[in-house]
């Protein structure tokens, strides 16, 4: 078979950790044989690349084409319209990738489906490309794209249209195959396949040398993620009032950075949290090793790769009870949901973790059940489905 996959969350030279989970899963779906994929990565056209430009700098430093992990991928440039373009982005990015699309082609790769990720905007204009090339298209949805963009009313009503107009959809979790289900019209073939995790890259490390290299002395927790809202790093660091005896690492970066340094001298904590910055995505297992739990206190997620990473290191987790996390966290192996979104019950769920500490033994062996193996087989089996019914289709006609 022969993919094109459709996403604007994927790694590239200048943001190595974007979309992680995505070049993940067809990494392993490339492993297991039988498929070849190519990857349309498009990015935000911006015409300058220097640092103080942020994110749009970077965008501008990115290459139009990379390989990685044997697959080839296209950067190309779209417009996109800051603060006005919302309701435009979809067809934005069609009028962009149409021409992109074609080269592909022309160079020999007649892709048989469209597999795109994360439906605003590049699901709908996913299905859009569909239709243009005549091409099964399957959409992922993964989390904020349809707890957040369907508040919205064009884009709701556009996701509603690539909903019903998709040839099937992938939820990460059963909430969110719930919402693709509220949404369409129940028509379209939505299957559960959650994220894995990769057992080689994420396991434990040693702890002693590196609890040491970092100074780390005492409970130390570790925090993962962009500093952004929903990510909950500003709770968690207030959670440390009511725990005296933990200490934190901040792993990411984003725009809250300077406000969570800010919080934490406030409240005299400089000695008690480390900000790491960003972090290589294959060396974060050594720094879930050193650590006693990973804490991630966001308002909403998905499927949160960094528990299955942490919990594949043997370091358990205490994770805010919303949408896949309350599928991944379910034994007491794995660790401890929070069910008050607050400091204070962030401070609950961790002191009971500490009260109930299992053996990481134990959390490693919880973590194995997530290989990518079942859902690399899932996925495989509904790209050939899909491929058949297009075979079908043409020998009828």
């Given at each position: 078979?022969?993919?094109?996959?459709?996403?604007?969350?994927?790694?590239?030279?200048?943001?190595?950790?974007?979309?992680?989970?995505?070049?993940?899963?067809?990494?392993?779906?490339?492993?297991?044989?039988?498929?070849?994929?190519?990857?349309?990565?498009?990015?935000?056209?911006?015409?300058?690349?220097?640092?103080?430009?942020?994110?749009?700098?970077?965008?501008?430093?990115?290459?139009?084409?990379?390989?990685?992990?044997?697959?080839?991928?296209?950067?190309?440039?779209?417009?996109?319209?800051?603060?006005?373009?919302?309701?435009?982005?979809?067809?934005?990015m069609v009028s962009a990738m149409v021409p992109q699309i074609k080269k592909i082609q022309k160079a020999g790769f007649d892709f048989d489906l469209i597999d795109a990720h994360f439906f605003y905007p590049d699901g709908v204009a996913a299905v859009c490309l569909g239709r243009i090339f005549n091409k099964k298209v399957v959409v992922t949805a993964r989390g904020t794209d349809l707890a957040l963009y369907p508040t919205y009313y064009m884009p709701k009503k556009m996701i509603q249209w690539a909903i019903n107009r998709?040839?099937?959809?992938?939820?990460?979790?059963?909430?969110?195959?719930?919402?693709?289900?509220?949404?369409?019209?129940?028509?379209?073939?939505?299957?559960?396949?959650?994220?894995?995790?990769?057992?080689?890259?994420?396991?434990?490390?040693?702890?002693?040398?590196?609890?040491?290299?970092?100074?780390?002395?005492?409970?130390?927790?570790?925090?993962?993620?962009?500093?952004?809202?929903?990510?909950?790093?500003?709770?968690?660091?207030?959670?440390?009032?009511?725990?005296?005896?933990?200490?934190?690492?901040?792993?990411?970066?984003?725009?809250?950075?300077?406000?969570?340094?800010?919080?934490?001298?406030?409240?005299?904590?400089?000695?008690?949290?480390?900000?790491?910055?960003?972090?290589?995505?294959?060396?974060?297992?050594?720094?879930?090793?050193?650590?006693?739990?990973?804490?991630?206190?966001?308002?909403?997620?998905?499927?949160?790769?960094?528990?299955?990473?942490?919990?594949?290191?043997?370091?358990?987790?205490?994770?805010?009870?919303?949408?896949?996390?309350?599928?991944?966290?379910?034994?007491?192996?794995?660790?401890?949901?929070?069910?008050?979104?607050?400091?204070?019950?962030?401070?609950?769920?961790?002191?009971?973790?500490?009260?109930?500490?299992?053996?990481?033994?134990?959390?490693?062996?919880?973590?194995?059940?997530?290989?990518?193996?079942?859902?690399?087989?899932?996925?495989?089996?509904?790209?050939?489905?899909?491929?058949?019914?297009?075979?079908?289709?043409?020998?009828?006609?």
């Amino acid at each position: 078979m022969k993919v094109l996959s459709f996403t604007t969350l994927y790694p590239n030279k200048k943001q190595p950790g974007h979309g992680v989970f995505v070049e993940n899963r067809l990494s392993k779906l490339v492993e297991s044989g039988g498929v070849e994929i190519k990857v349309l990565a498009p990015v935000p056209w911006f015409p300058l690349k220097h640092e103080v430009f942020g994110e749009y700098g970077k965008f501008a430093g990115v290459p139009q084409k990379e390989e990685r992990y044997g697959m080839e991928i296209f950067h190309p440039r779209y417009p996109v319209i800051p603060k006005v373009g919302m309701n435009l982005a979809p067809f934005l990015m069609v009028s962009a990738m149409v021409p992109q699309i074609k080269k592909i082609q022309k160079a020999g790769f007649d892709f048989d489906l469209i597999d795109a990720h994360f439906f605003y905007p590049d699901g709908v204009a996913a299905v859009c490309l569909g239709r243009i090339f005549n091409k099964k298209v399957v959409v992922t949805a993964r989390g904020t794209d349809l707890a957040l963009y369907p508040t919205y009313y064009m884009p709701k009503k556009m996701i509603q249209w690539a909903i019903n107009r998709a040839d099937a959809v992938i939820a990460v979790c059963q909430s969110l195959a719930d919402d693709a289900a509220r949404l369409g019209e129940n028509q379209t073939m939505i299957k559960v396949m959650r994220n894995g995790v990769d057992l080689d890259v994420f396991s434990p490390g040693p702890r002693d040398e590196k609890r040491e290299e970092l100074g780390l002395k005492g409970f130390t927790l570790i925090s993962v993620g962009r500093h952004i809202e929903l990510k909950g790093h500003h709770l968690v660091i207030d959670a440390l009032q009511h725990l005296s005896d933990v200490n934190l690492m901040i792993a990411g970066a984003g725009p809250m950075e300077k406000s969570l340094k800010r919080q934490v001298k406030k409240l005299g904590l400089d000695e008690r949290v480390m900000f790491l910055g960003c972090l290589p995505h294959d060396e974060l297992f050594q720094y879930y090793s050193v650590a006693d739990g990973l804490v991630l206190a966001s308002s909403r997620e998905g499927w949160a790769n960094v528990l299955l990473e942490s919990m594949a290191c043997g370091t358990p987790v205490v994770a805010t009870a919303v949408s896949g996390t309350i599928d991944i966290v379910k034994a007491p192996a794995a660790g401890q949901l929070i069910s008050d979104r607050s400091a204070l019950g962030i401070a609950t769920a961790i002191r009971t973790l500490m009260k109930n500490y299992p053996d990481r033994t134990e959390t490693r062996k919880y973590a194995e059940k997530f290989s990518w193996d079942e859902t690399t087989e899932q996925q495989r089996l509904l790209f050939k489905e899909l491929v058949n019914q297009s075979s079908e289709t043409v020998l009828v006609s």
